[in-house]
């Protein structure tokens, strides 16, 4: 699945409250496993999301461009927890990255709270075709892929997308029962 990461797409039947395109439904979490930060160590699915904001990251805790973004992922679900879902994607780019013990040190170590999925067989990785680390997706309440950004930095763009895409939730069935979906 290749999302369309040009500006401005927008496909038909986006919601077009936020302004933001439609860059394609996202791929489930299928093949990412273990997961640490959740209930029992149960995967998550963006099924089971279904309705709320989620931001995706694909890092990896030896990347330093990866370091630098988490202080903002930390940010985001502390600030607009729960209508938003902070999950990390942790991707190894070398072998010492892989073990699940080593990753949920790390974690504890940076102090992430939010759901850590490892994908060491890269499957989230090739069903997103996501090419680099860090990079982030916003995906809307219903699924569907609106925001992506590669490498660090863009902070204030990426919170200005979560508001947006938090505000179009919160219209979302104002606007069904309008009949304007």
């Known amino acids: 699945m290749r999302l369309h990461r040009e500006r401005g797409i927008r496909r038909a039947g986006s919601a ?3 302004g933001l395109p439609d860059l394609g439904p996202a791929p489930e979490l299928l093949g ?9 160590g149960k995967p998550l699915t963006l099924s089971g999301l279904h309705g709320r904001v989620v931001l995706l990251e694909f890092w990896t805790f030896g990347c330093g ?12 679900q502390t600030r607009h927890r ?24 790390a974690a504890r170590a940076q102090g992430l709270p ?5 994908d060491n067989d890269y499957a989230a990785w090739n069903a997103y075709a996501n090419r680099y680390w860090p990079t982030q997706y916003l995906i809307d309440g219903v699924g569907r892929v609106r925001y992506a950004h590669v490498g660090e930095g863009a902070y204030r763009r990426t919170e200005t997308a979560i508001r947006a895409l938090l505000d179009e ?13």
């Open 169 to 181: 939730a919160d219209l979302g069935p104002r606007v069904a029962e309008a009949g304007l979906r």
């Open 65 to 76: 461009n990866c370091q630098r973004t988490l202080p903002f992922l930390r940010k985001m």
């Open 32 to 40: 990412v496993h273990p997961w640490l930060n959740t209930a029992g």
């Open 82 to 105: 729960p209508r938003l879902v902070v999950i990390g994607l942790h991707t190894p780019e070398f072998p010492f990255e892989r073990p699940a013990r080593i990753v949920e040190r």
């Open 114 to 118: 939010f759901p850590i999925g490892l």
């Open 16 to 18: 077009a409250a936020s």
